[in-house]
C-alpha cells in the first residue's frame, strides 16, 4: 500500500513520528503509526528531567517501550535528546548545583554528562541517530542561549556534547536540532550557522542538521523564501545530511474558523514548506511532532495558554484528525514527497 513512509522511501528518505508509551498502547494509533512510518522518536521519554528526576534514579520504562516497538516492526529509532540548552529542560537536581558544576573548567558538569551520556548509549543501544545537542541559540538574537550548560561550557557544549556521544555511540548519526525556521527571523538562522561553522572547523563529528519545523507561527506571517533556500544551501554547502526532526503546522494567527477552509490552508502551508525544503538532496529523514490530534503537544492543557489560537480552538497541525481520518495534511506531504 501507498503510505508516507513508502512515498518517502521511493525518495530515499525516511518517514516518521514522535510518540509515546501511552500513544502506543492505543491499538488504532499504533497500527496507524506502524503503517505510516519507519522512524520513531520519544516525545518526551528520552529527556534528561524524565529519564532521571532524581540523581542516579533512572525511569527508562517508556522510552524502552518505544524502542521495543521500533525493533518489532523494523523501524529506525532516534534519540532525543541527550543535551537540551534550556534551564526548564534539565533536572533542577543539577540546576541547583550549579556552582559547583562549574569549578575548574565545569570538572563537575562534564563528569555528569559522561554519565548520562553512558547511561543513554546502555539503554539504548539500537538508536541510529542521536540529537547530541539541543536548541543552543536564541531565536532573536541568534546567540548562544544564556542557559547552565553554556553558562559553563560555552561554545564548547558543542565540542563536548559530540565527542562523548560519539564516544559512547560511535555508530550513531549525531545531530544538531534547532527552531530555526524560514519565518523572517534571519538571526537564528545565522547563529546556527556561525555555531555549525565553528564546530565542524574544530573537528566537532556533526553529521545533521535537525530542523524542527514547528510551523506554528508562521501560517498567516511574513516568510523569508530566499533566506530559507540560502541556509539550506549553506548547510548543504557545509556536508551536512538535514533531517526534518518535527513537524507540525499550527495556525495560530490565522483569523480563519472554518474548519475545512483551515485544513486547506494549513495543507497548502504546509507544501509550500516541504517543496521547498525537499528541494535540497541532503534532506534525509521527515518526521512529525506526533501524527494526529489526538496525540498532540499543542491541544494538551499544559500547552501555554499564550502560545494557543486567540479564539481558543483546538490546533489541526497534524495529518489525521482525533479519529484517525485523514485530513488534507495528509494528501499535501504525499504530494510534496
Ligand atoms: C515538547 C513536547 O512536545 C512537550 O510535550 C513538552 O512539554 C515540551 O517539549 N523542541 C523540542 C521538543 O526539541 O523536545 C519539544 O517537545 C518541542 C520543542
Avoid at 508516507?4 to 498502547?25: C, H, I, N, P, Y
Avoid at 558538569?109 to 551520556?117: G, N, S, V
Wanted: proline share 5%; net charge negative; aromatic share 8%.
Amino acid at each position: 500500500a501507498v503510505t508516507l513512509d513508502s512515498l518517502a522511501r521511493a525518495k530515499g528518505m525516511r518517514f516518521g513520528t514522535a510518540t509515546d508509551q501511552s500513544e502506543l498502547v492505543q491499538p488504532d494509533l499504533a497500527a496507524l503509526i506502524a503503517r505510516e512510518c519507519s522512524v520513531v522518536v520519544g516525545e518526551n521519554a528520552q529527556k534528561w528531567k524524565k529519564l532521571e528526576p532524581r540523581e542516579g534514579v533512572f525511569r527508562d520504562e517508556n522510552a524502552q517501550a518505544i524502542a521495543a516497538f521500533a525493533a518489532i516492526h523494523d523501524m529506525e529509532l532516534r534519540g532525543h535528546c541527550f543535551v537540551w540548552n534550556q534551564d526548564d529542560r534539565i533536572p533542577g537536581w543539577l540546576l541547583e548545583r550549579e556552582d559547583e558544576l562549574a569549578k575548574n573548567g565545569g570538572e563537575g558538569l562534564i563528569r555528569q554528562m559522561w554519565e548520562h551520556a553512558r547511561q543513554l548509549a546502555d539503554a539504548f543501544p539500537t538508536v541510529a541517530s542521536w540529537d547530541a545537542v539541543n536548541e543552543v541559540i536564541t531565536p532573536w538574537e541568534g546567540e548562544v542561549r544564556d542557559a547552565l550548560l553554556s553558562r559553563i561550557l560555552g561554545d564548547r557544549l558543542m565540542d563536548v556534547g559530540f565527542a562523548m556521544m560519539r564516544e559512547v555511540a560511535p555508530e550513531a548519526q549525531l545531530v544538531y536540532n534547532d527552531y530555526m525556521s524560514w519565518q523572517k527571523r534571519p538571526n537564528h538562522r545565522n547563529g546556527v550557522l556561525k555555531l555549525l561553522e565553528g564546530a565542524l572547523s574544530r573537528g566537532v563529528p556533526i553529521d545533521a542538521l535537525g530542523i524542527q519545523s514547528h510551523l506554528i507561527n508562521t501560517l498567516a506571517q511574513p516568510i523569508d523564501e530566499r533566506g530559507w533556500r540560502d541556509f539550506m544551501q549553506s548547510v548543504q554547502d557545509m556536508g551536512l545530511k538535514v533531517l526534518i526532526t518535527e513537524l507540525d503546522t499550527g495556525d495560530r494567527y490565522l483569523e480563519e474558523t472554518d474548519p475545512a477552509k483551515r485544513d486547506a490552508e494549513i495543507a497548502a502551508f504546509t507544501k509550500g514548506y516541504l517543496d521547498l525544503t525537499l528541494s535540497f538532496e541532503n534532506v534525509e529523514r521527515i518526521v512529525l511532532w506526533s501524527i494526529s490530534d489526538r496525540d498532540t503537544y499543542l491541544n494538551r492543557p499544559q500547552y501555554p495558554e499564550g502560545k494557543r489560537r486567540p479564539d481558543g480552538l483546538p490546533f489541526r497541525a497534524h495529518p489525521f484528525d482525533a479519529e484517525l481520518r485523514k485530513r488534507p495534511m495528509y494528501d499535501a506531504i504525499a504530494a510534496a514527497l
